[in-house]
T-cell receptor
Framework: AQSVTQLGSHVSVSEGALVLLRCNYS??????LFWYVQYPNQGLQLLLK??????LVKGINDFEAEFKKSETSFHLTKPSAHMSDAAEYFC????????????FGKGTKLSVKP | DSGVTQTPKHLITATGQRVTLRCSPR?????VYWYQQSLDQGLQFLIQ???????AKGNILERFSAQQFPDLHSELNLSSLELGDSALYFC???????????FGNGTRLTVT
């Protein structure tokens, strides 16, 4: 069965610092992996997705994630945090190959200090 | 703006009642998905419809049902409501295949 674990429910960084949000997955089939962002009182917005092409995936707003099969990880990074990056971030894995039927992690709330 | 419209934005009702949540997908999207987001369970997939037909079922309670109409809008019906049903209910749509999900802003349901 597929599952997702996000390490750290809260992460705080200073503006301009590196952002690293951790995600580990478990999947019995080659996975599709996703990162979504949720701003307050809004729905989820897709940041990036991995679908078995390049292992380094670039997304919107300078976010990127690297698929590491040996570590079953798909960590999200951004070189320099902006105040506007403060939000909740969700890692998700496809359930049975469907890109719509997703299993989400519990989420990581990112705070950015000035 | 994702193009997915959910109504109402907020709903407050009592235990034992029945409510209907409505979703209009993005223009041209044939697939509609319903998700529940609660503090204890997180984000959970409930059900998917594709062009009017049920395509996949997740952790959806028997008290809950959904349908997708010929104009592709969808409704999620929640009945015999319990306090634990209080949550944010999201609708998402996609064009199908490898297309990404586009989420609406959700309906916040409070059961008192």
């Amino acid at each position: 069965a597929q599952s997702v674990t996000q390490l750290g429910s809260h992460v705080s960084v200073s503006e301009g610092a590196l952002v690293l949000l951790r995600c580990n997955y478990s999947s019995s089939v080659p996975p599709y992996l996703f990162w979504y962002v949720q701003y307050p009182n809004q729905g989820l917005q897709l940041l990036l997705k991995y679908t078995s092409a390049a292992t380094l995936v670039k997304g919107i707003n300078d976010f990127e994630a690297e698929f590491k099969k040996s570590e079953t990880s798909f960590h999200l990074t951004k070189p320099s945090a902006h105040m506007s990056d403060a939000a909740e971030y969700f890692c998700a894995v496809s359930n049975g190959g469907s890109q719509g039927n997703l299993i989400f992690g519990k989420g990581t709330k990112l705070s950015v200090k000035p | 703006d994702s193009g997915v419209t959910q109504t109402p934005k907020h709903l407050i009702t009592a235990t034992g009642q029945r409510v209907t949540l409505r979703c209009s997908p993005r223009s041209g999207d044939l697939s509609v998905y319903w998700y529940q987001q609660s503090l204890d369970q997180g984000l959970q997939f409930l059900i998917q419809y594709y062009n009017g037909e049920e395509r996949a079922k997740g952790n959806i309670l028997e008290r809950f049902s959904a349908q997708q109409f010929p104009d592709l809008h969808s409704e999620l019906n929640l009945s015999s409501l319990e306090l634990g049903d209080s949550a944010l209910y999201f609708c998402a749509s996609s064009a199908g295949g490898n297309s990404p999900l586009h989420f609406g802003n959700g309906t916040r349901l409070t059961v008192t």
